[in-house]
């Protein structure tokens, strides 16, 4: 793999930012619309580019084909369930801490990657930064400036969602033959067959109070975050590589944080801080422990 240039960094501080920005826009989209239907909203705007993209790149997207189940169940985990998660908690919870929360992803994908893999055990870097990262969280729940008993559960509704993604990457694995584009295609076309119905039912929206801001924010999300930020993530593999790639995790949080106090103008204690630069020092370990392990299959 080629070594990166001002370019390529410039791309994966963009992703990190878009991805960041994610929070906020979902922040603003649920003053109109409800958890269900603002997932609902955000497959439908990412299925349109990725489905248009897929036609001029001839890339044929069969979401019916033999392994629909497998498919079916990606979505559900990866995007119907994840999704619904941090949209519900959200309402009671400042956008910044959701995407704190939401960094958790990459040390829970290293728990389960010992678990449920042959060839990502982990090491005592990595456990030790599983550790830090999982103190940093322990060390937010504290703040009862901002987490308290009134919205204890939707920060614990979020945690959830990354652990879904985890756990949906672990699923996703199975389908080695597929191309990225062709998977991800299908599964949100999944995801909005599965939303549709529950939107309609559980949540009928034609009685949404709509409005524009939220409205604007719910298309950004699906165009942008969503289909977008997929494009410049592969683009980013297959130029640079898993190992540069991860490193957005870093950013992510420092984004959310950065643009839930410039748009919202949401609060951020001295306790958010701590956490967020544990939860940092833990992803470095983890993500070092893997840098450290392919250079030395590498040298053997």
């Not at 409205?215 to 683009?235: H, K």
Request: charged share 15%; net charge positive; hydrophobic share 55%.
């Amino acid at each position: 793999m080629r070594k990166a240039s001002i370019f390529d960094f410039l791309i994966l501080l963009l992703l990190a930012a878009i991805w960041g920005s994610a929070f906020f826009n979902i922040k603003i989209a649920s003053g109109s619309y409800t958890p269900i239907t603002l997932a609902l909203g955000r497959v439908l705007f990412a299925g349109i580019p990725l489905l248009t993209y897929c036609y001029f790149k001839k890339i044929k997207i069969n979401f019916l084909g033999s392994e629909w189940k497998l498919l079916a169940s990606i979505a559900m985990i990866n995007l119907v369930i994840p999704f619904f998660f941090i949209s519900y908690g959200i309402i009671k919870v400042q956008s910044n801490l959701a995407a704190i929360l939401m960094s958790v992803a990459p040390i829970a994908a290293t728990i389960f990657g010992h678990f449920f893999t042959k060839n990502e055990k982990n090491t005592l870097m990595s456990s030790t930064g599983i550790l830090i990262g999982f103190l940093g969280i322990v060390y937010l729940f504290s703040d009862n400036i901002l987490i308290n008993e009134t919205n204890i559960f939707s920060a614990l509704i979020i945690i959830l969602a990354p652990i879904c993604y985890t756990l949906g990457g672990l699923v996703t694995l199975r389908l080695e033959n597929k191309k990225n584009e062709e998977v991800t295609t299908s599964i949100l076309i999944w995801a909005i067959i599965f939303l549709i119905p529950l939107s309609l039912i559980i949540e009928k929206p034609w009685n949404l109070h709509l409005e524009m801001m939220p409205t604007l924010s719910l298309i950004y999300l699906g165009v942008v975050p969503t289909a977008g930020a997929w494009l410049l993530r592969f683009y980013i593999l297959r130029k640079n590589g898993l190992v540069f790639q991860s490193q957005v995790a870093y950013l992510i949080p420092i984004f959310g944080l950065f643009f839930g106090f410039i748009f919202l103008d949401e609060i951020i204690t001295h306790k958010v801080i701590i956490s967020l630069g544990a939860v940092l020092v833990g992803i470095f370990l983890v993500e070092r422990s893997k840098y450290s392990k392919k250079q030395s299959l590498k040298s053997d």
